[in-house]
């Protein structure tokens, strides 16, 4: 199967179409470097390939090289059978720059290329057109204009792509008369003589980035937002949880009654339903954060709070395009790394890769949300917008920061990559506003809740029967007496002094396989301790067992700074070359998580 390549430059509508051609939903998102890898689908009888966003073929960060090294591959293939170059419509100079290198670059390598003219909508809603038959003899190249988002020209398009892509050599660019003059200039005067003038498409963009970038205003805005998407998490899930808590109880009696007494029963009560369906209860939270972080990226919001943070985050050693890895990394860790590569200072990158599991990840989640539910009451302010439990959660993730700000600082000064280099100046392309894509906004939710099942719902289940089975004999459901309760026993003195028993230890020693494992262990065991009262409610089950204030606040610490997950050990291990670093940070991070619940357990 022959290869088709889509490149362009970011934040260029290039997924959206993407998505389009082959039917599938990778990620869209209104900031430049989402794509950080290759992505591919079938189109018609050919691979689509989607390429990460740059601006240029001269390389400013390791996502640009590595795409740009691609690229070169890609030209020397025989499998490659034509190039599409996304141009944005709006902002027709900056795009040309690099379709214009891709188009010089494939007639050097004898490739077939077609321009696709994306966001004409847009264009077109400011009465403004192009004139695609002149713009294309005057870059040598068949362009076809259509908007991903509404669909405009984009079945025409496909059309065009198949008859392309069935006789590439028909598509080699022409050369043309100005072929030999800079990039640039090119660029410059085909914009003036096509494009929308950018103060048309800038004036409302200015009149809300005069407000929303304000010096005063700007930084509360942006704590404000930050507060409200950290509360959403807890208050807008709440309705949700509470209805699957109430499914999968009235599900566990269904299920329970129809089974006779003895093991069997006792296995589904309290493996299946009280551990897999104690971590079931909070998939709604991972659905809203996913939500939420869709909502500001689709609109560009994010690309202006990574400008806001870039000064503040100067002062500890990082930059503003560490901002995205670390807003990602709040949904999960494993690609916030990979979206680290945007960041052009090898410094500033490793640094970011290094604390991006301070952020806390979807995973935290159903610990924070259990022990909130059991620490914090439910008490409701300004009339139920704000909750007690959603400002403790608010709290939770700012202290993940602060601590990545603060290591952040001692690493910036103890790594010396590239600290006798001058600095590259910030530079940050600002997206037009845009009104969310909402199909694809509303599948990434249910991909991610999806995903996070699909994750963690089998780790969870071994270790949930193991943990029963351990729990369960040989005494049939004296956990006292059980084989867990030898082994947690002799764990038991490395966690006395956290004010916590052995059954919160092996609780803890096996979610580090995965930090969600906690609740379904934990599930898992007071089930076992319970297995006559309330099935799926974990939550009452622990306030019942009477959970130390102090020991409990110190147990949310412990989770807010461990590193307790292999697979993004396995990550940075890969990104950063260095079995070294991943495995310091996998000791260090856990001995400073040790620290910080001992002392919330003896000073609270």
């Known amino acids: 199967m022959k290869n088709i390549i889509l490149v362009g430059k970011p934040n260029s509508g290039k997924s959206l179409l993407f998505n389009q051609l082959t039917g599938m939903r990778q990620k869209v998102a209104n900031f430049p470097g989402v794509t950080v890898e290759l992505k591919s689908g079938k189109f018609n009888n050919y691979q689509l390939i989607d390429f990460p966003g740059t601006y240029s073929l001269n390389s400013l960060s390791r996502d640009e090289e590595l795409a740009i090294a691609k690229l070169h591959e890609a030209m020397h293939s025989d499998e490659t059978a034509l190039i599409i170059c996304n141009l944005d419509a709006t902002r027709l100079e900056r795009s040309l720059v690099f379709g214009l290198q891709v188009r010089d670059l494939a007639l050097q390598h004898k490739k077939g290329v077609i321009f696709a003219l994306n966001m004409i909508d847009e264009v077109q809603r400011f009465g403004h057109h192009i004139d695609t038959e002149q713009l294309a003899k005057d870059l040598g190249c068949a362009i076809y204009s259509l908007s991903a988002k509404t669909l405009i020209g984009l079945h025409e398009f496909k059309l065009a792509l198949i008859d392309a892509a069935g006789r590439p050599q028909d598509f080699i660019p022409l050369k043309t008369v100005d072929a030999d003059q800079p990039v640039l200039e090119i660029s410059r005067k085909l914009s003036r003589q096509y494009g929308i003038q950018a103060d048309v498409v800038l004036k409302r963009q200015n009149k809300i980035d005069n407000f929303l970038l304000n010096s005063v205003f700007g930084g509360l805005i942006f704590l404000v937002i930050m507060f409200l998407l950290f509360q959403s998490i807890f208050t807008w899930a709440s309705p949700l949880m509470d209805a699957v808590e109430t499914i999968i109880a009235e599900l566990a009696i269904v299920v329970t009654s129809i089974l006779p007494d003895g093991a069997v029963n006792d296995f589904v009560t309290d493996a299946l339903f009280g551990g897999v369906g104690s971590f079931l209860v909070f998939v709604p939270q991972i659905m809203v954060l996913t939500f939420v972080i ?181 005494q049939n459901g004296e956990l006292q007496s059980s084989y867990l309760a030898m082994l947690g026993h002799w764990i038991e003195p490395i966690f006395a002094p956290l004010g916590l028993d052995w059954r919160y230890g092996v609780a803890i020693l096996v979610s580090f396989l995965a930090r969600e494992v906690f609740v379904g262990a934990l599930g898992t065991l007071f089930g076992i301790e319970s297995a006559d009262e309330n099935i799926a409610g974990l939550a009452a089950n622990v306030e019942q067992d009477g959970l130390a204030l102090g020991a409990g606040i110190g147990l949310m610490l412990f989770y807010v700074v461990a590193l307790q997950c292999v697979a993004t050990v396995a990550t940075i291990r890969g990104e950063t070359g260095s079995r070294k670093i991943a495995w310091g940070l996998f000791v260090g991070y856990g001995l400073l998580a040790y620290c910080l619940a001992w002392l919330a357990a003896t000073f609270i």
């Not at 943070?309 to 860790?333: D, E, M, T, V």
């Not at 409701?380 to 602060?402: E, K, P, R």
Request: proline share 7%; aromatic share 12%.
């Open 294 to 474: 869709g909502l500001l990226e689709d609109t560009g919001y994010l690309a202006r709070a990574a400008l806001i943070c870039h000064k503040p985050l100067s002062y500890f050693g990082l930059s503003g395009r560490s901002f995205i890895p670390y807003l990602s990394g709040h949904a999960c860790a494993i690609p916030a790394i990979f979206a680290a590569r945007t960041i052009e200072s090898p410094r500033k990158r490793l640094i970011t890769m290094m604390t991006i599991p301070l952020m806390s990840c979807s995973a935290r989640l159903p610990v924070y949300a259990l022990l909130i539910a059991v620490l914090i009451p439910d008490t409701a302010y300004l009339g139920g917008l704000l909750n007690l439990q959603g400002i403790t959660f608010f709290i939770l993730y700012f202290i993940g920061i602060l601590t990545a700000l603060l290591v952040s600082t001692l690493l910036n000064k103890l790594t010396d990559i590239d600290k006798e280099k001058a600095e590259m100046p910030f530079i940050l392309e600002l997206p037009t506003y845009r009104l969310p894509h909402w199909k694809p906004l509303i599948h990434r939710v249910f991909t991610s809740a999806k995903q996070f099942i699909r994750r963690a719902a089998p780790v969870i289940f071994m270790v949930s029967v193991v943990i029963w089975f351990l729990g369960y004999f040989p």
